[in-house]
């Protein structure tokens, strides 16, 4: 399976989702089924009974008032389940990740838009199964299980929920939160592309770059307030070249090519 590496076991399951259901169908239980030898976990779709233990480790990960809420999470599952994956730790049967996605129809957006635009102020009701654009809303590993290569494991699983729907990409904002120790010498361009040419290291947007994203603009006010990115994003892109026509792939390589030029 491309996306996931190679010493990685893998089972993918298509499930089918009842509108009415409270919860998967047990035959049909998993969209997705990853399990990583490597590191014993295991990356699968997301299912109501990990509702509680989401809301807990967001509640580690961000502040009261960033935290994902219970009515957040039951949107998502009702409008987007497949689009939604969590990481268990096999050897603890403990979630210790998880990533939040939509399609959207990226021609009803402005590339300037914020994050409370592209998912509905989280609630992903404006997920459009027409769209080819999967937009990567979240990612979070447990405070305490950072540093296993999870985050990684998610962002291949995300790939999964890209390419066998067929879909054209992956766009999500990064934040910056290495610009704080920067802002009083650089600009917010200079600064992304002083992470693009390795020369500094940003928490977020570097681990982007190397799971093969692409950066495409820097929007203002994405979101708000985080005082360690001064509220800026970058946009980051990953295309599916299993699907892209060569010129959306040469106009992808000029987006890139222009965010990068002096």
Same mark, same amino acid.
């Given at each position: 399976?491309?996306?996931? &590496? ?25 969209? !997705? ?8 976990? #295991?990356? #699968?779709?997301?299912? /109501?009974?990990? &509702? ?6 967001? &509640? ?7 935290? *994902? ?15 939604? !994956?969590?990481? $268990?730790? %096999?050897?603890?049967?403990? +979630?210790?990740? @998880?990533?939040?996605? +939509? @399609?959207?129809? *990226? %021609? ?18 404006? &997920? ?21 290569? !999870? ?8 790939? $999964?929920?890209? #390419? ?6 992956? #766009?999500?904002?990064?934040?910056? /939160?290495?610009? %704080?120790?920067?802002?009083?010498? =650089? ?5 992304? =592309? ?43 892109? *990953?295309?599916? @070249? ?5 010129? %959306? =792939? ?13």
């Amino acid at each position: 399976m491309r996306g996931i &590496h190679a010493n990685s076991y893998v089972i993918l399951k298509c499930a089918r989702f009842s509108k009415d259901s409270t919860d998967m169908d047990e035959d049909d239980s998993l969209f !997705i089924d990853i399990f990583d030898r490597e590191c014993g976990i #295991r990356v #699968r779709t997301t299912r /109501p009974s990990d &509702h509680d233990d989401i809301v807990e480790v967001s &509640h580690l990960v961000y502040p009261p008032s960033l935290a *994902w809420t219970y009515r957040e999470l039951e949107s998502h599952q009702r409008v987007f389940p497949e689009g939604q !994956i969590v990481a $268990i730790d %096999e050897n603890s049967n403990t +979630l210790v990740g @998880t990533a939040m996605s +939509l @399609t959207v129809l *990226w %021609e009803d957006y402005e590339i300037t838009d914020d994050y409370i635009d592209f998912t509905d102020n989280g609630m992903f009701t404006n &997920h459009d199964a027409g769209g080819r654009t999967l937009y990567g809303a979240e990612v979070f590993v447990h405070p305490d299980a950072r540093g296993r290569g !999870i985050g990684r494991r998610l962002y291949d699983a995300r790939r $999964i929920l890209c #390419r066998q729907p067929g879909l054209l990409r992956i #766009r999500a904002g990064a934040r910056l /939160p290495g610009y %704080e120790s920067c802002s009083d010498r =650089l600009s917010i361009h200079d600064y992304v =592309l002083e992470v693009i040419r390795g020369r500094i290291f940003d928490p977020t947007l570097s681990f982007q770059l190397r799971n093969g994203f692409h950066v495409i603009q820097v929007v203002s006010g994405y979101l708000a307030p985080d005082a360690q990115s001064a509220n800026y994003a970058a946009l980051i892109e *990953w295309i599916n @070249t299993d699907v892209a026509k060569e010129s %959306e =792939l040469e106009r992808a390589r000029r987006r890139y090519a222009e965010f990068a030029a002096p």
